[in-house]
T-cell receptor, first 112, second 115 residues
Framework: EAAVTQSPRNKVAVTGGKVTLSCNQT?????MYWYRQDTGHGLRLIHY???????EKGDIPDGYKASRPSQENFSLILELATPSQTSVYFC???????????FGSGTRLLVI | AQRVTQVQPTGSSQWGEEVTLDCSYE???????IFWYRQLFSGEMVFLIY??????QNQRSGRYSVVFQKSFKSISLVISASQPEDSGTYFC????????????FGTGTSLLVDP
């Protein structure tokens, strides 16, 4: 069954440390997305990608980098984590057209 | 400025009742889609239904349907015969092809269906 898998599920990081969140999809979708979810804000787009080698800034990219080394994998990188980046992060894949979007189960990140 | 607005932060219903959740959006695109997702208490996002802008017919899928008012840039999700298992947070999201098909979400409506 096609799916989007995120790792880790939970992460505690130290302020100033580097954090990498990973996402793998088996849907063969071209597009992948990273969102963060905070109370009162819904899901907000951080970075997205049209395919291997491409990354685009979303609505709130500051403090984040992204990497798409292959069709299947899309990583979100926090080079210098801050407490304000404590959140739940969701990865999603989509193809446009008539397809829907598939979401991962989320990663809970706590930056202390 | 919020491009997708869900003005009802919470909602409730009794088992068997019909529930309507509202959403409004802003776009200058001709082609777009509006999606509805439900977030379970576990955090999992479940796809429910979507409405393409070019389709004048309101979409239906099982107990879910939408009321699409394109000229008002408004769409409502209707859940018929609501059940306690329908409890969760419902998100409306806008997808625009010209903007990379990225989903822009509303802030969600938290629904509780009493048994």
């Amino acid at each position: 069954e096609a799916a989007v898998t995120q790792s880790p599920r939970n992460k505690v990081a130290v302020t100033g440390g580097k954090v990498t969140l990973s996402c793998n999809q088996t849907n063969n979708h071209n597009n992948m997305y990273w969102y963060r979810q905070d109370t009162g804000h819904g899901l907000r787009l951080i970075h997205y990608s049209y395919g291997a080698g491409s990354t685009e800034k979303g609505d709130i990219p500051d403090g984040y980098k992204a990497s798409r080394p292959s069709q299947e994998n899309f990583s979100l990188i926090l080079e210098l984590a801050t407490p304000s980046q404590t959140s739940v992060y969701f990865c999603a894949s989509g193809q446009g057209g008539n397809s829907d979007y598939t979401f991962g189960s989320g990663t809970r990140l706590l930056v202390i | 400025a919020q491009r997708v607005t869900q003005v009802q932060p919470t909602g409730s219903s009794q088992w068997g009742e019909e529930v309507t959740l509202d959403c409004s959006y802003e776009t200058s695109e001709y082609f777009y889609r509006i999606f509805w997702y439900r977030q379970l208490f576990s955090g999992e996002m479940v796809f429910l239904i979507y409405q393409p802008s070019f389709d004048t017919q309101n979409q239906r899928s099982g107990r879910y349907s939408v009321v699409f008012q394109k000229s008002f840039k408004s769409i409502s999700l209707v859940i018929s015969a609501s059940q306690p298992e329908d409890s969760g947070t419902y998100f409306c999201a806008l997808s625009e092809p010209r903007l990379g098909y990225k989903l822009t979400f509303g802030t969600g409506t938290s629904l509780l269906v009493d048994p």
